[in-house]
């Protein structure tokens, strides 16, 4: 039984990363293949703890595991993050069959500022700080 | 373009605990599991690299409180003092010593001139890393 | 527990945390300098009397007995070394007081040289190959550092070629101790040579064995290995230069003098003739080298490589008497060269330059300077009754006892091309008048200060000593050298004293 | 937040007294920690509401993770089919998150999710710009957006 | 005492400095107390040796190395000391005088005295290899002598051509006397010289006497090595006086002496000492007579003496033997005269030139009167004792084993050539027109002259009374020679035979030539300067030259700067050399079996094969940093795959942290650049190639060889009872083998250092003290 | 069962650190070569993991858990260096 | 697999050695860096591979029972990796500076020390 589940999860943790991978090597341009490889990456990597986990069946495996997928969660989007941005604002054009892009048009690239554009939005008052 | 973010920043703090938690702990049981004094010295440091990249150097010196170099120099003064307890006790250098000190209940601290050492190790590990990095980082 | 066996790293390892923490005190950094290698020299003499009393000292690090534990062997070639040491790491600190700019001082120069005399004497008494490598490195790093310290260009340049060679040659030697742990399964030296010694066809411990020697030889700068040297050893500042001029190459050829006696002893009409040959292209390379300089340090670094083929010559041979020749050259050869370039730091710090047509005058102005020079200068050049004669005149005799005519015109007319670059010197610096385009007589006529002034000449007159005592009271020198030579002429002594401790 | 650094602290400290470290050890410590801080919460304002938390922490997984699985076969499709379907675009989220911890998290959870890419933040922190994979929908997306965020909100606050 | 009396002249030159502050202007007189006492010593030994018997004097110094400070003291060496303390005594007066207020006058002396000292240590030596030290020690005192006008850049050269020609014979005299002492088994030129051992049988025999041969040769200035002599004139008077006269060039000549009655008595010795003794005799009477510097004419007139004397050695009968002793003493007093007063003309007229002095008998009438008795001997008129060495060459020669007649010849053309040289260098200065000299010519004073006239006094009393000298010394020093017991008879008047014929047409021939010098010099001149284009100093240049050009040729082509040239060489040695030895001691086996390994351990191998040739020749730095990367990563696989967890974290974390510090700095430097052409790529892969072909074959090889087994299984069983840990490779790292660790964690702080001073160090700090 | 999965798995991990890698060699941009790398790292976690079970060795874990709490900071780095706007 | 690994040694060498010869600073010490890798792996290598025992011993147990990996190489390798670690980054440092200083990248306009 176990071992199905284990099976089960490795099998599904490698589909993942193949698909990162297969992602990654055609999607058309940067944030798209980012897409599909941090995630599925990630995805993938922690269910092979958890068969891990599975498989082991012991406290101590899976506190490591458990361990493991909090660091994964915590450190990959911030990678993901780092590297898209990075990417972005250093020109890496996007596809051309992007549909839209709300950050070009508010990022200055001389005095370096990115703006949110609700600057004089009153109309979203929601989330603005209460003037002090 | 400015290089830090509040994401990135914020993230290094939740993250760089964890990791030095982790690298103590890693120093602590290398003797039975894979770790030990080197290993738990790299990740501890990349706790520290992590914290420099968010927030620069002059930040990561305050955190650091000491200079690096001060960390490696404890850290080699840690190493050699592994050996002196055996030179005092007439064994040949870097005979490991071994008290077993009790602890309340039925468990027992393991202290040797081993753990020393691999402290030493640790710190000049890391010491020597964030020498490295901010030093570069500077320039 | 022979703690003497220990101390010549524990000194140094000690002193160079120590200077690091103390990182910001660059006064306490020089009293330690001058403290802990005096004590360095202290613990080299401690050593080599008992060395001398009972032959081979013998500690297992860690009590594990050998050959599972790192050993630390003295034999009396290690205790010379090792006292060796001592005496270049006091002179060094010495000079160092007055000759080193603040800006080294305050970024690491003592800690460097500490480190790199514990990576040295370490290198000179352990008994496992691994563990020599680790001393190799620690001495290698430190000379890295010592090498680009203060950035100049020509710094950057040499220690780029420094660099990438001798680290061709760490990786040559690690890829070398694990084929032969992968063959033998050991790596305590004595363990190896039983082991080695053994073997019926021990045909792939001779292919390993020869890159053992093409790493060692390329930290001793043999024929044609050398590059590294002439491209660096005349860039830092000088008391680095002496330093490394002493000690460094010469690890190299101790480390070959260790492995190829007590190891590699099993083809030996293979490999020592290889070693005799490139002994031969050493000696004659580096001194035509030097011959076609005109910088002081230079000219001095090539002749380091030129005599480092003596120094191998004697091992090539594999003779009682050409042991004893090749261990007294090294002896002579460290305090010796070490001393020239301590001069030409001397005469560097009154004229500013090393380049011999912006010296001159200093025999009429500096008289005692001058003899100074002259004494480890024609001791180079094998003049007697100086300690080089008496090194050259046995490694000659050694190799005519093998027949080997060849090499011994060859050592001579070396010796002859030395004398030449050393007058060549000597008429340049000391006899040439100040040349006109040098106003001023450069800092000829002001002089040094005189606190700075005992912390230059005391270690120089102090070097030129020894290389007195070693010609004029050269029999104690002999006798040490014989011993060594005839531990190293019967290995199993050496075998005995290390691994005889597990029967008990 | 700082709740859970301290329940951890204690977990740990149990898993050190007790001297066994087994992951059912320290999981009985963070319990027992747990315990304590919820007895502790009210005195403390640093912890006040800490309690609440590990339960919608809980709900919260679980919603994450059925996102994630659907988010993921959506774009496992997209890039296992010869043809995209996909619509790129960069779009800007106005955030309700406003402490540092609360927009990283929020970022992290939706860079984790299929098909959307946290890119940065306005400089005054109103707007979070993120790369979507597909934005037939806007809308929708935007509401899932929010939806996700209130969440978070919840545990966080 | 002995050794007190050899090393006192060192001593004394130590004390010199402070002697010179306390004695002044007196310094000469007072040093000369030294050799005038030795003289007294050593003349105090004559009676031990009067019956041939020798003295064997014994200090320990290296009895290791068999080195040792023993003297002997037979006729030969007390000759020599005697004449060396003596002609020194007045030597050092002279110096005083000549040089006075000299600033240099007390480095002077120091050297002089070391000169002196050496020389008596290399004469009265029994120990081969003591001999030699005090050999070189001349050589290189010498050298400071010749150069002793330093500031001078002829000067500089002319004392560097002595140094080089006499330490260059000297290093083969060294090859010698090795040979030597193999063929003896002793040290000693007592044990030698009475050992049974049949020298010339031995197979060394040739090599050791060749090698020899040439050392006493480069010394004493034979053809073709005499060019350095004449130079050697750039050193002051004394020195010279003293250098030609009774030490430096005497040494050759003794060692041949020394030798000859154990390595004499073959063809190939006596042979080779004839032809060069007469070339040189031959050579140096002509050169002499076409010079006109008086300086450059005694010396010429001096290697004639060399030649001389190594003819007499060469054809070594009784009789030549007694010529020999007689001719040494006798030039040595004539030449030790001669060159004293050449240094008092030149001292009072300012000018060497002999052809710029005449007339100088009226204002400077006892130097001339003295140079008339010095002249004399030169000549070999009677009644001087150069007369008496004459007469004895000539008959030795006549009586010559072999080609008497043709010696004979050559004898009396030197000779002839040589009384010319005598009236050139006695008429030429003291008679004629008196001539503007750059001074007013005066009379020398006394301490310049006090010498000069005892020697010639000496010269005059030995030809009157040959006797004393022979009965005293000269019997004994042939005796020595000669090695057997040896009764000699000198005479003034042999009665009217063929030397004396010869000699009264030498004299006549040679005024003849005198007559006709003025008008032979053009002729001469020419001669001399296409000789000069040819000879042997020519060669020497030649020499000096090529080794600089050679010198440079090799290190343009070895240390040629290009990191890129260094490392080829290096790869081609490290791998063509391990790949020759492991072809001939082991062989080729290439192993193409890979059915041991899983499919994703090959996906693992490619991985890190293809990630390395990425990061080889791909264009973008980062992509090469990035490939590197995933090398680390695939190592680590290895490293996981092949159980060895710590590895695999280590080499993770450290390919991180490169990765890091690569991209801290690749920042500042430039994209890649192709720097090289294609054919240097094709070069340079093709030698990786090899290299990574050598280092495959030599991993195959050793895979297949496991000799003994490993020392671990130690680590696995004793890791938990004995060192109390579970994971043994770290328990190797911080217990068994804990003191590599040590040995790590200083080269990681070498490291911090290293990397913090370049960072920081800046350039312009550099240059304060 | 668990075997073949085992070698299944191992198969999917080969091929996609090869697609993986091959995109790293591509590029063009390198935020596209760290990512790849960044990948790389992911299926090295998941390959550590099988590994485990292939093993029967929990220790290997560790070695995941100390590359998942430190790997990402090449891509830190990296991100720095493209941020500084460097050439390639 | 030692087999297949001793061409992967091979290449890696050939690798690291080519780039070495390179005229850029950059390339050498990618050339380094990969050497040191090549040494790594060849120790490990030569002392055998071991599939899934690595020289661990388990909770509970004394000793290690049956095969393990050697433990020995896989210390000198780490000791090994650590200095290597340490050299290149002294390294690395080292190029930039001389590239500051020098103004080239190009190794062979660094041969002013020695000609
Ligand atoms: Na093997
Ligand atoms: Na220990």
Redesign the pocket.
């Known amino acids: 039984m176990s071992e199905a589940v284990v099976s089960i999860l490795l099998v599904a943790g490698a589909s993942f990363m193949m698909l990162a991978a297969i992602g990654i090597l055609r999607l058309p341009d940067l944030t798209t293949r980012m897409h599909a490889s941090t995630k599925a990456g990630a995805m993938g990597a922690m269910l092979v703890m958890i068969g891990v986990a599975v498989h082991f069946a012991d406290s101590a495996v899976s506190t490591r595991a458990l361990a493991f997928i909090v660091f994964v969660l915590l450190t990959a989007p911030v990678a993901a993050h780092v590297i898209a941005r990075a990417g972005y604002f250093t020109g890496i054009d996007l596809w051309p069959g992007s549909v839209k892009d709300e950050l070009r048009e508010r990022y200055d690239p001389d005095t370096h500022t990115l703006s949110s554009g609700l600057e004089h939005d009153s109309q979203h008052t929601e989330n603005s700080e209460p003037p002090s | 373009m400015k290089s830090n973010t509040l994401i990135l920043r914020t993230a290094a703090l939740a993250i760089m605990p964890l990791q030095l938690m982790f690298s103590v702990f890693l120093l602590l049981r290398g003797h039975d599991e894979p770790g030990g004094g080197f290993i738990g010295g790299l990740v501890a440091a990349s706790a520290f690299v992590l914290y420099a990249f968010s927030f620069g150097v002059g930040s990561t010196r305050k955190l650091l409180r000491v200079s690096p170099k001060d960390l490696l120099a404890v850290g080699l003064l840690f190493g050699l003092a592994s050996t002196i307890p055996s030179l005092l006790a007439g064994e040949a250098m870097l005979t490991a010593l071994w008290w077993q000190l009790p602890l309340p209940g039925e468990g027992y601290l393991k202290l040797s001139t081993v753990l020393v050492f691999d402290i030493g190790v640790y710190l000049a590990v890391l010491g020597t890393l964030m020498t490295f990095v901010i030093g570069l980082m500077e320039s | 527990m022979k703690l003497e066996v220990v101390l010549p790293i524990l000194i140094p390892l000690t002193a160079g945390a120590l200077s690091l923490a103390l990182w910001r005190s660059v006064r306490l950094q020089r009293l330690l300098g001058v403290l802990a290698t005096g004590l360095l020299l202290a613990a080299g003499i401690w050593l080599m009397r008992s060395t001398v009393e009972q032959g081979f000292l013998v500690v297992e690090m860690g009590s594990w007995p050998a050959p599972y534990s790192i050993v630390f062997v003295s034999d009396v070639l290690s205790a010379i070394m090792v006292l060796l040491t001592g005496i270049i790491g006091l002179a060094i600190a010495i000079y160092s007081l007055a000759s080193t700019p603040t800006g080294h001082e305050k970024f690491g120069y003592y800690p460097l040289m500490h480190l790199l005399l514990a990576g040295v004497a370490g290198a000179f008494l352990t008994g496992d190959i691994f563990n020599l490598f680790v001393w190799f490195e620690v001495m290698l790093l430190a000379s890295f550092a010592l090498l680009t310290l203060g950035g100049e260009r020509a710094q950057m340049e040499g220690a780029i070629k420094y660099v990438t060679l001798n680290l061709f040659s760490s990786a040559l030697f690690l890829s070398a101790v694990g084929l032969l742990y992968?063959?033998v399964g050991t790596l305590n030296m004595a363990d190896i040579a039983q082991k080695v010694n053994s073997l019926e066809d021990p045909g792939m411990i001779t292919v390993v064995s020869l890159m053992f020697m093409i790493s060692f030889g390329i930290k001793a700068a043999a024929f044609p290995l050398f590059f590294w040297l002439p491209a660096s050893y005349h860039t830092p500042q000088v008391a680095v230069s002496a330093l490394f001029a002493g000690l460094l190459t010469k690890v190299g050829v101790y480390a070959l003098y260790r492995v190829f006696t007590l190891m590699f002893t099993q083809d030996i009409g293979y490999t020592h003739n290889i070693l005799l040959w490139a002994a031969a292209l050493t000696m004659l390379t580096g001194v035509l080298g030097a011959a076609a300089q005109f910088e002081f340090r230079r000219i001095l670094s090539f002749h380091i490589v030129s005599q480092i083929g003596y120094m191998l010559l004697g091992l090539a041979l594999l003779s009682p008497l050409a042991l004893v020749g090749g261990v007294f050259y090294i002896m002579h050869h460290i305090i010796v060269k070490t001393n020239l370039f301590l001069v030409s730091g001397i005469t560097y710090r009154l004229m500013g330059s090393y380049e011999l047509k912006n010296l001159g005058g200093f025999y009429r102005q500096r008289p005692y300077l001058a003899i100074l020079f002259l004494i480890p200068a024609l001791s180079l050049a094998g003049i007697p009754p100086l300690s080089g004669f008496f090194a050259k005149f046995i490694v000659v005799r050694a190799s005519l006892e093998s027949s080997e005519y060849l090499i011994a015109a060859i050592a001579l007319v070396v010796g002859l091309l030395t004398l030449y670059s050393m007058i060549k010197i000597w008429a340049e610096v000391f006899w040439k008048q100040v040349p006109d385009h040098v106003t001023d007589g450069g800092g000829l006529n002001s002089g040094l200060q005189t606190r700075h002034t005992l912390a230059y000449y005391a270690p120089v007159i102090g070097l030129a000593t020894c290389t007195l005592i070693i010609g004029l009271y050269g029999q104690p020198i002999y006798s040490l050298a014989e011993m060594a030579a005839h531990q190293l002429m019967n290995p199993q002594l050496y075998i005995d004293a290390v691994l005889g401790g597990q029967a008990k | 937040m700082i709740g859970l650094f301290w329940n951890l602290l204690l977990a740990l400290a149990w898993v050190a007294l007790s001297g066994s470290v087994t992951g059912m050890n320290l999981l009985a410590g963070f319990l027992f920690g747990y315990l304590a801080l919820m007895v502790l919460q009210n005195q403390l304002p640093v912890l006040k509401g800490y309690s609440r938390r590990i339960p919608r922490l809980g709900a919260f997984l679980v919603f994450f993770l059925k996102e994630l699985v659907k988010s993921n076969v959506r774009v496992a499709y997209d890039i296992a089919t010869p043809v995209w379907y996909m619509n790129p675009g960069v779009i800007a989220f106005p955030l309700e998150a406003r402490t540092d911890m609360e927009i990283m998290f929020l970022s992290s959870v939706i860079s984790l999710t299929p098909g959307t890419l946290s890119l940065d933040v306005s400089d005054d922190r109103r707007v979070l710009f993120i790369h979507a994979m597909f934005l037939q929908d806007e809308d929708q997306l935007r509401n899932d957006l929010r939806e996700l965020e209130h969440r978070i909100l919840k545990i966080m606050r | 005492m002995m050794l007190l009396a050899v090393l006192s002249g060192f001593l004394l030159a130590l004390a010199v400095p402070v002697l010179y502050r306390l004695t002044g202007r007196y310094i000469g007189w007072f040093l000369a107390l030294l050799p005038a006492s030795l003289t007294a010593y050593f003349a105090g030994l004559i009676p031990a040796i009067r019956d041939g018997g020798s003295l064997l004097i014994e200090n320990q110094w290296m009895p290791g190395l068999g080195v040792s400070l023993d003297f002997l003291v037979d006729g030969l060496s007390l000759v020599f000391a005697l004449l060396i303390s003596s002609i020194g005594t007045f030597i050092l007066i002279y110096a005083g005088s000549y040089l006075k207020g000299h600033r240099d006058l007390a480095r002077f002396y120091v050297i002089m005295l070391s000169f002196m000292a050496s020389m008596l240590g290399l004469v009265l030596s029994d120990n081969l290899i003591a001999f030699f030290v005090f050999w070189e020690l001349t050589s290189i005192t010498s050298y400071l002598l010749i150069g002793f006008n330093h500031e001078d850049v002829e000067a500089r050269k002319c004392a560097l051509q002595g140094l080089f020609v006499t330490a260059g014979g000297g290093l083969v005299l060294m090859a010698g006397l090795i040979l030597l002492i193999f063929i003896t088994g002793s040290y000693s030129f007592a044990d030698i010289l009475s050992s049974d051992v049949s020298i010339h049988d031995h197979g060394y025999y040739t090599a050791a006497a060749i090698c020899i041969l040439i050392g006493a040769f480069t010394k004493s200035a034979q053809v073709p090595f005499h060019f350095w002599l004449p130079n050697a004139m750039a050193a002051p008077t004394p020195v010279s006086a003293f250098l030609h006269s009774a030490t430096m060039v005497k040494a050759g000549i003794y060692l041949l002496a020394r030798l000859n009655s154990s390595m004499g008595e073959t063809l190939l010795w006596s042979h080779t000492l004839m032809v060069v003794g007469t070339a040189t005799m031959i050579t140096g009477t002509y050169l002499a007579f076409s010079s006109t510097g008086i300086k450059k004419v005694l010396a010429y007139s001096t290697v004639f003496a060399l030649g001389t004397l190594t003819l007499m050695i060469g054809v070594g009968t009784e009789l030549a033997i007694t010529a020999f002793v007689c001719m040494l003493v006798a030039h040595s007093l004539y030449k030790g005269a001669l060159f004293m007063l050449a240094g008092a003309l030149d001292h009072e007229t300012g000018t060497k030139d002999l052809t710029k002095m005449g007339g100088l008998r009226r204002s400077m009438p006892w130097t001339s009167a003295i140079a008339c008795m010095a002249v004399l001997s030169l000549a070999g008129i009677p009644p001087l004792f150069g007369f008496v060495a004459k007469e004895l060459i000539f008959e030795s020669l006549l009586n010559a084993p072999v080609g008497g007649w043709a010696l004979t010849t050559f004898a009396l053309v030197s000779s002839m050539l040589l009384v010319a040289v005598a009236c050139l260098v006695f008429f030429k200065p003291f008679f004629g027109p008196p001539q503007d000299t750059p001074r007013q010519p005066h009379e020398a004073p006394f301490s310049m002259l006090i010498g000069p006239a005892t020697l010639s006094l000496f010269s005059l009393f030995f030809g009157l009374a040959p006797f004393v000298p022979e009965v005293l010394l000269l019997n004994p020093a042939v005796t020595a020679i000669f090695g057997g017991d040896v009764q000699t008879a000198l005479a003034l008047w042999h009665g009217v035979n063929i030397p004396l014929m010869l000699s009264v047409v030498s004299l006549l021939a040679g005024s003849l030539l005198f007559a006709r010098w003025q008008a032979l010099q053009p002729g001469l001149a020419i001669i001399n300067t296409v000789a000069g284009r040819v000879g042997p100093e020519a060669a020497y240049f030649r020499m000096m030259q090529g080794i600089t050009q050679i010198a440079g040729w090799q290190t343009r082509l070895l240390q040629n700067g290009v990191l890129g040239v260094y490392l080829l060489t290096l790869v081609l040695v490290t791998f063509g050399l391990t790949g020759y030895t492991l072809f001939s001691r082991n062989g080729i086996h290439l192993s193409l079996d890979f059915s041991d390994g899983y499919f994703y351990e090959f996906g693992i191998a490619l991985l890190i094969v293809t990630a390395t040739v990425f990061a080889s020749i791909t264009k973008s730095r980062l992509g090469s940093v990035a490939s590197m990367g995933v090398l680390g990563f695939g190592v680590a696989l290895i490293f996981i795959h092949f159980s060895a967890p710590d590895l695999g974290i280590t080499q993770l974390l450290v390919e991180t942290l490169t990765v890091i510090l690569l991209v801290l700095v690749l920042f500042k430097l430039p994209p890649f650049a192709s720097f090289s052409s294609p054919l240097e790529r094709c070069r340079d892969l093709a030698v990786a190639v090899f290299a990574g072909v050598v280092m495959t074959l030599l991993t195959l090889a050793?895979?297949d060889?496991?000799y003994f087994d490993s020392i671990s299984r130690y680590y696995i069983e004793n890791s938990y009872e004995l060192a109390f840990g579970k994971n043994i490779v770290n328990v190797i790292l911080v217990d068994f083998r804990q003191l590599d660790t040590l040995g790590e964690i200083f080269v990681l702080g070498l490291a911090a250092i290293g990397v913090y001073a370049m960072v920081k160090l800046k350039a312009e700090d550099q240059h304060k003290p | 069962m668990l075997s073949i999965a085992i070698d299944v798995v191992y198969f999917m991990l080969s091929l996609a650190l090869l697609f993986a890698f091959i995109r790293l060699t591509r590029g063009p941009s390198l935020p596209d070569r760290v990512v790849a790398l960044e990948l790389i790292a992911s299926v090295v976690f998941g390959y550590v993991g099988v590994h485990a079970i292939d093993t029967g060795v929990s220790s290997f874990l560790d070695v995941a858990i100390v590359i998942a709490l430190t790997a990402f900071l090449a891509a830190i780095g990296f991100a720095r260096f493209v941020e500084r706007g460097a050439k390639e | 697999m030692e087999t297949l690994m001793a061409y992967v040694i091979g290449i890696l060498f050939a690798a690291s050695i080519y780039m070495m010869l390179r005229r850029s600073i950059v390339k050498l010490v990618i050339g380094l860096i990969i050497l040191s890798n090549a040494a790594n792996l060849l120790i490990f290598v030569?002392s055998?591979l071991t599939r899934g025992s690595p020289p661990l011993i388990p909770d509970g147990a004394g000793e290690v029972t049956g095969v393990v990996a050697d433990p020995l190489p896989q210390a000198l390798i780490l000791t090994a990796i650590v200095i290597a670690f340490s050299v290149l980054a002294f390294a690395v440092v080292l190029i930039r500076r001389a590239y500051e200083v020098v103004g080239t990248d190009d190794l062979d306009e660094m041969k002013d020390t020695d000609t």
């Open positions: 992968g063959m | 050793v895979l060889i496991r | 030569v055998g």
